[in-house]
């Protein structure tokens, strides 16, 4: 009851009354209509200008840049250097390989790589991110790399093509792999600068 007593109160106001006026005017007036004119022309021109078309077309400009880069065709060669000399070495000894119990049960881990990478995604998922660490990742990864070798050692169909894989994993892995590089890099300096300033004490 009080509320609606004081918004009657209000409406009834010469302030209110006024700012409605200033209002109305406002509506009414060239000011209004020149900026939105101004505006519209702004907002016109931002749709037209280079910038906003290199960020709406930038996935499609980096990415076929990034498939036929330099770049691209080195870091595949040598993320598949391991793999083509492993095959070499199989081709060579490939008798004891296939003799080998434990060679064939390798090359059979290394055939189901996609399997064990989709249990590496499950368990992203299910994993609380609290008791996860980017070092886990990491060792995952090169975990599944192993898996990939293992099984490429034997077939040399199996490739790992960066290209599909595309510019934003393979940048986002290298980011990743050289701030934990550099994170156990510096841990590791900072145990010996403690163990030689203990051994002087």
Same mark, same amino acid.
């Given at each position: 009851?009080?509320? !609606?007593?004081?918004?009657?109160?209000?409406?009834?106001?010469?302030?209110?009354?006024?700012? @409605?006026?200033?209002?109305?005017?406002?509506?009414?007036?060239?000011?209004?209509?020149?900026?939105?004119?101004?505006?519209?022309?702004?907002? +016109? !021109?931002? !749709?037209q200008s280079?910038?906003?078309?290199?960020?709406?077309?930038?996935?499609?400009?980096?990415?076929?840049?990034? +498939?036929?880069?330099?770049?691209?065709? &080195?870091?595949?060669?040598?993320?598949?250097?391991?793999?083509? @000399?492993?095959?070499?070495?199989?081709?060579?000894?490939?008798?004891?390989?296939?003799?080998?119990?434990?060679?064939?049960? &390798?090359?059979?881990?290394?055939?189901?790589?996609?399997?064990?990478?989709?249990?590496?995604?499950?368990?992203?998922?299910?994993?609380?991110? =609290?008791?996860?660490?980017?070092?886990?990742?990491?060792?995952?990864?090169?975990?599944?790399?192993?898996?990939?070798?293992?099984?490429?050692?034997?077939?040399?169909?199996?490739?790992?093509?960066? !290209?599909?894989?595309?510019?934003?994993? &393979?940048?986002?892995?290298?980011?990743?792999? @050289? =701030?934990?590089?550099?994170?156990?890099?510096?841990?590791?300096?900072? @145990?010996?600068?403690?163990?030689?300033?203990a051994e002087?004490?």
């Amino acid at each position: 009851m009080g509320n !609606k007593n004081n918004n009657n109160y209000l409406r009834q106001s010469y302030l209110y009354g006024f700012l @409605i006026y200033l209002y109305n005017l406002y509506q009414a007036s060239a000011v209004r209509a020149g900026c939105l004119a101004i505006l519209s022309k702004c907002d +016109e !021109k931002f !749709k037209q200008s280079a910038i906003l078309y290199y960020f709406n077309h930038a996935d499609d400009v980096l990415s076929a840049a990034w +498939e036929n880069s330099l770049l691209c065709r &080195v870091l595949t060669w040598l993320v598949n250097l391991p793999a083509l @000399i492993l095959n070499i070495w199989y081709q060579a000894w490939r008798a004891t390989f296939d003799d080998s119990f434990f060679a064939r049960l &390798v090359f059979r881990l290394g055939d189901e790589t996609a399997i064990a990478e989709s249990w590496l995604i499950m368990a992203l998922w299910v994993i609380p991110y =609290a008791a996860w660490n980017n070092a886990y990742s990491l060792m995952a990864f090169a975990f599944l790399l192993l898996l990939f070798y293992a099984g490429a050692m034997r077939n040399n169909n199996l490739e790992i093509n960066l !290209k599909h894989i595309g510019f934003y994993p &393979v940048a986002f892995f290298i980011i990743i792999f @050289i =701030a934990a590089a550099l994170s156990y890099f510096r841990r590791a300096l900072r @145990i010996g600068h403690s163990q030689r300033r203990a051994e002087r004490v």
